[in-house]
């Protein structure tokens, strides 16, 4: 029996037309739409595709479609409509243009880990940039807080970002400590959750709704650089909202081919301010005379963790360019 579809001429009446989000990556050139939390797997209309429009890049995850159910098979269905994007969050890749990871959200969620594998500020840091290229409101989730003997990991990191105006949660999956805010602050949005491979991302998703099943790692494994998590999709929560999951990014780097090395100092909060301030107007804040940024750095007033984080990134950004 073929599978029967609504005609390529169609014409759906707007009444017809519903309101649906991107979930995931099609498969034999459908893709799965959520709606109140049901899944539709449609084609595309064939008229979207016009000439130049490359088939692959057209339709991301998370993006807001109009579509309407086959009146015979309402489980499949066509996209009709693209609605613009409000974002895009990217990761660089040196030489090409930049992969989608996933768009359109309200948030990302920026996963570290107390230990296992051990805390970077650094990577964070990129991570942070990550998001403010794309312009996605951050949450700093400081994951394996039970491992914390000393229990002051949280209130060190809270004590560098909170200041610049970032939220930082922590959590525990194992205790359960900090899930419920988690929870809230995932409720009836579209939420991205990224950070390094072993963070806990998957498990934290899993302990929140355990229909989720999504693959987590032994600690043992992290070490050779296998990522779990291979592809993001959006997972509808029990308590409304989406939220994707993605691959912890170890290995790859995901700046460089992101932002010229010039511009990182605006992705910094600190810096921001000493863009065009320092003796010399184009200064890298590295070793000119006359620096704002440095002398604020000697003063104190700038996390000794972030300007190395702007250093280490800038000398990288250069090197790629
Ligand atoms: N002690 C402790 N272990 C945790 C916690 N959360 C996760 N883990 C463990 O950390 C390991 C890695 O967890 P995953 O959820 O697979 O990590 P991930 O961030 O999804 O990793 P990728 O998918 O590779 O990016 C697993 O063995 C989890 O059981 C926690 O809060 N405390
Ligand atoms: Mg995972
Ligand atoms: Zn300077």
């Not at 014409?11 to 649906?20: H, T």
């Not at 799965?32 to 429009?53: D, S």
Request: hydrophobic share 40%; with cysteine; proline share 7%.
């Amino acid at each position: 029996m073929s599978r029967r579809r609504p005609s390529e001429e169609y014409e759906p009446s707007p009444r017809e037309l519903l309101d649906g989000l991107v979930v995931g990556s099609p498969r034999g050139g459908e893709y799965p739409v959520g709606a109140a939390g049901e899944i539709t797997l449609c084609r595309l209309r064939k008229r979207l595709m016009t000439a130049g429009v490359d088939r692959l890049q057209y339709l991301a995850t998370g993006d807001r479609v109009r579509f309407f159910r086959s009146p015979e098979e309402p489980e499949r269905g066509r996209i009709d409509e693209v609605l613009p994007r409000t974002s895009e969050l990217s990761r660089g890749r040196p030489g090409k243009p930049p992969q989608l990871i996933v768009v359109n959200l309200d948030q990302v969620l920026i996963v570290a880990a107390v230990a296992e594998p051990d805390l970077s500020l650094h990577r964070l840091d990129r991570f942070l940039i990550l998001a403010d290229c794309a312009e996605i409101e951050p949450l700093i989730i400081l994951n394996k807080l039970d491992l914390d003997d000393d229990g002051t990991a949280l209130a060190e990191l809270a004590a560098i970002y909170e200041p610049l105006g970032y939220r930082v949660l922590g959590t525990s999956a194992e205790t359960g400590e900090g899930l419920a805010e988690l929870q809230a602050a995932l409720t009836g949005r579209v939420s991205a959750v990224v950070g390094v491979s072993g963070a806990g991302k998957s498990t934290l998703l899993n302990t929140l709704d355990p229909s989720f099943e999504l693959a987590t790692q032994e600690v043992m494994d992290i070490g050779k650089g296998r990522h779990t998590t291979t592809a993001s999709s959006l997972l509808p929560l029990a308590c409304g909202g989406w939220v994707a999951d993605t691959p912890g990014i170890k290995t790859v780097s995901p700046l460089p081919g992101l932002i010229p090395a010039d511009e990182l100092a605006e992705h910094f909060v600190e810096l921001e301010p000493f863009v065009g301030a320092c003796q010399f107007n184009n200064c890298t804040h590295r070793a000119e005379p006359g620096c704002q940024a440095r002398a604020a750095l000697a003063a104190g007033e700038i996390a000794a963790s972030r300007f190395d984080s702007y250093l280490r990134l800038f000398e990288e950004l250069r090197a790629a360019e």
